[in-house]
C-alpha cells in the first residue's frame, strides 16, 4: 500500500512541517515521514529563513511600538 508517508515530502510539506515545529504541534505522521524521507538540508534551511523572518518581524514590532510611543 502506498500512501503519503511513503513518499518524499514536497515544498509546501516541508514549509508547514517547519511552521509546526515552530510552535511545538508537529504530528507524529509527519514526523515520521519528515525523518524517513526528508532530506536534512531542506529542513535546515528552512528553519534557518523562518528565524531569520521571526527575527525581522519581531524587531519591526518592538520599533513600531517605540516609535508610537514617542521614544
Known amino acids: 500500500m502506498n500512501d503519503d508517508n ?28 519528515d525523518f524517513k ?12 529563513i523562518f528565524t531569520v523572518l521571526f527575527i525581522f518581524c519581531v524587531v519591526v514590532a518592538v520599533k513600531l511600538v517605540l516609535n508610537s510611543a514617542g521614544i
Open 37 to 48: 524521507h526528508g532530506n536534512i538540508y531542506a529542513y535546515v534551511a528552512s528553519g534557518l
Open 6 to 33: 511513503d513518499q518524499k515530502p514536497g515544498f509546501w510539506q516541508i514549509v508547514f512541517s517547519t511552521l509546526a515545529a515552530f510552535f511545538g504541534v508537529q504530528s507524529n505522521k509527519n514526523r515520521e515521514r
